[in-house]
């Protein structure tokens, strides 16, 4: 990735940081956590990697993001804004009544959102048969999704996991934001996930493990990922929970958090 590429993206994931703290703050509380901690790589995805249509949505050769840590919705809807998938103005509107943007992604009610998601491990299952649908249609569109490491704990992950690598889902690029904390504490102490490159290797994926800030990094993960034909990747990527907003940012309560507009422009201000 050239500079020029890359100083973009990152003013994009900025953006896309600032649209998504003032977008909670409408509503006076959401998950802000986990939604900071995926927005490099969200920036990457829809400003760089993805082959997509912000006005054909349901493009059939486009590829596609599930997000199965669905509670990360607001950081999506901001990405999807800043595309040009709909109009900014709906972000106001966050999980408000009629609202086309609930709190976890729903594919019924947002363009652009490929599969609702939110049961924890239920959205990486239905990343997974896309790719083999896609895969039996002789498709060569890419499906990327994002898991949780809290949402890791589920055993319906690890069954994905399985099949997808006995099917050989070259097509399927996994990443788990690896924040290290989960909704009620860290992840250690409540079901330690151990070695998770290892783990992912042992069951037969392509797997990278990566700095998920890092964009040019996690750029040439995606491109290694693609350049092999025989395996699902998964790429690990270490990032930070809450990560840019400074009222969020390392501490332990950042799950889903209570703010105001007014905690909300001064945490823009900083990422200014």
């Not at 900025?14 to 703050?25: G, V």
């Not at 896309?130 to 890419?142: E, F, P, R, V, W």
């Not at 990560?243 to 422009?265: P, Q, T």
Request: aromatic letters at 8%; charged letters at 25%.
């Amino acid at each position: 990735m050239d500079k020029k590429t890359e100083d973009f993206l990152k003013a994009q994931a900025k953006e896309i940081r600032k649209m998504t703290i003032e977008e909670i703050a409408t509503l006076g509380t959401g998950h802000i956590g986990g939604a900071m901690s995926i927005v490099d790589l969200l920036a990457l995805l829809y400003f760089h990697r993805m082959k997509i249509d912000p006005q054909k949505p349901r493009w059939e050769d486009r590829d596609q993001l599930v997000v199965s840590k669905g509670h990360a919705g607001p950081a999506v809807y901001a990405a999807l804004a800043l595309k040009g998938f709909f109009p900014k103005d709906w972000l106001t509107t966050l999980n408000k009544g009629g609202t086309s943007l609930p709190s976890h992604c729903d594919r019924n009610k947002t363009p652009g959102i490929d599969m609702t998601t939110g049961s924890l491990g239920q959205g990486f299952s239905a990343a997974i048969g896309i790719a083999l649908g896609l895969k039996m249609d002789k498709k060569t569109s890419t499906v990327y999704t994002i898991i949780g490491d809290g949402e890791s704990n589920e055993g319906q992950v690890w069954e994905g996991a399985l099949f997808a690598s006995f099917q050989k889902l070259s097509n399927l690029i996994a990443f788990t934001d690896y924040n290290k904390q989960q909704l009620d504490g860290f992840t250690k102490d409540i079901l330690d996930l151990g070695d998770l490159g290892a783990k992912w290797e042992s069951f037969g994926w392509f797997t990278q493990v990566v700095d998920g800030h890092d964009i040019a990094a996690l750029d040439s993960a995606i491109e290694k990922a693609l350049s092999q034909t025989e395996k699902p990747s998964m790429i690990v990527m270490n990032t930070i929970k809450g990560k840019g907003c400074n009222f969020a940012e390392g501490i332990e309560k950042n799950h889903s958090m209570v703010f105001d507009m007014e905690k909300a422009k001064e945490a823009i201000a900083a990422l200014a």
